[in-house]
């Protein structure tokens, strides 16, 4: 259908063999971390490039001016380590991230999610906070060359949290052991993501029908697809995916599949 797919991640390509896992499931065009900042060198110390960074260097090549596209990237300064990446923590310094999470707090507009007094757990959160804020910075920044491009209103932007905040540093239990306030496997809050698909269209029309746009329902990665074509209206076998469309209201959830 005239399609061009392409894929990008900030880290190196044979990190989890994804240099030659991604061209063998169909993607034509591949960018890594060799391929966008040759200059770094991978390590996990913190120092990925910041995802509003790595958008600057791929935009063109995400959003194209023009033609049907399918463009997947997979972030990963999210991930951590939350307690290192000196270059990192010094960019938040310097565009007001630390003043601006300061301010939330000290203003009542949001609750520290620790009471604690663990200066390294509080400045890992505060560090995790930043880079969530540079991955919305980023975001925006897609946005904008989809309005640019004026290609916004006919494109879907799906958004997946693919796992929980599991990250742990320096002998530490996980971050989310202090986010929530416990160490129990089974408290099920700990396990949220977010997942989101918009499009200025879609969301006024299922809007107009719902009242909403916003629901709860446990979902994974096998409803992404489905989803998708329910969403645009394309026909498709739900025998061949492992779970149907998250709005389709037949569904019964009695099997969950889900990573450890």
Same mark, same amino acid.
């Given at each position: 259908?005239?399609?061009t797919?392409?894929?990008?991640?900030?880290?190196?390509? /044979?990190?989890?063999?994804?240099?030659?896992?991604?061209?063998?499931?169909?993607?034509?065009?591949?960018?890594?971390?060799?391929?966008?900042?040759?200059?770094?060198?991978?390590?996990?110390?913190?120092?990925?490039?910041?995802?509003?960074q790595?958008? %600057?260097?791929? +935009?063109?090549?995400? @959003?194209?001016?023009?033609?049907?596209?399918?463009?997947?990237?997979?972030?990963?300064?999210?991930?951590?380590?939350?307690?290192?990446?000196?270059?990192?923590?010094?960019?938040?310094?310097?565009?007001?991230?630390? $003043?601006?999470?300061?301010? +939330?707090?000290?203003?009542?507009?949001?609750?520290?999610?620790?009471?604690?007094?663990?200066?390294?757990?509080?400045?890992?959160?505060?560090?995790?906070?930043?880079?969530?804020? $540079?991955?919305?910075? +980023?975001?925006?920044? @897609?946005?904008?060359?989809?309005?640019?491009?004026?290609?916004?209103?006919?494109?879907?932007?799906?958004? &997946?949290?693919?796992?929980?905040?599991?990250?742990?540093?320096?002998?530490?239990?996980?971050?989310?052991?202090?986010?929530? %306030?416990?160490?129990?496997?089974?408290?099920p809050?700990?396990?949220?993501?977010?997942?989101?698909?918009?499009?200025?269209?879609?969301?006024?029309? &299922?809007?107009?029908?719902?009242?909403?746009?916003?629901?709860?329902?446990f979902? /994974?990665?096998?409803? @992404?697809?489905?989803?998708?074509? $329910?969403?645009?209206?394309?026909?498709?076998?739900?025998?061949?995916y492992?779970?149907?469309?998250v709005?389709?209201?037949?569904?019964?959830?009695?099997y969950?599949?889900?990573?450890?």
């Open positions: 259908m005239d399609y797919t392409s894929y990008f991640h900030n880290n190196d390509s /044979s990190f989890y063999n994804r240099g030659e896992f991604i061209p063998n499931i169909g993607f034509e065009n591949y960018y890594f971390l060799e391929d966008v900042n040759p200059e770094l060198e991978v390590n996990f110390d913190g120092n990925f490039p910041l995802d509003s790595f958008v %600057d260097k791929i +935009a063109d090549k995400l @959003i194209p001016d023009e033609g049907r596209f399918y463009s997947f990237y997979t972030t990963i300064t999210t991930h951590g380590p939350f307690n290192k990446g000196e270059d990192n923590m010094q960019h938040f310094k310097e565009v007001g991230y630390y $003043d601006q999470i300061e301010y +939330a707090i000290a203003n009542d507009l949001f609750d520290f999610p620790y009471q604690g007094d663990d200066l390294e757990v509080i400045n890992q959160i505060k560090n995790y906070l930043c880079e969530l804020m $540079d991955l919305d910075l +980023a975001i925006s920044k @897609i946005i904008q060359r989809l309005k640019d491009t004026n290609q916004y209103d006919n494109t879907l932007l799906v958004l &997946y949290g693919d796992h929980e905040i599991y990250y742990r540093s320096n002998g530490y239990d996980p971050l989310k052991n202090y986010i929530y %306030d416990t160490d129990d496997i089974t408290y809050k700990q396990y949220e993501t977010i997942m989101i698909f918009s499009n200025p269209l879609l969301n006024q029309q &299922y809007y107009n029908k719902f009242n909403t746009n916003t629901f709860n329902e979902t /994974s990665p096998y409803i @992404i697809v489905p989803t998708i074509l $329910d969403l645009v209206g394309v026909d498709y076998n739900p025998k061949m492992l779970y149907d469309s709005f389709n209201s037949n569904s019964n959830l009695d969950i599949f889900y990573s450890h």
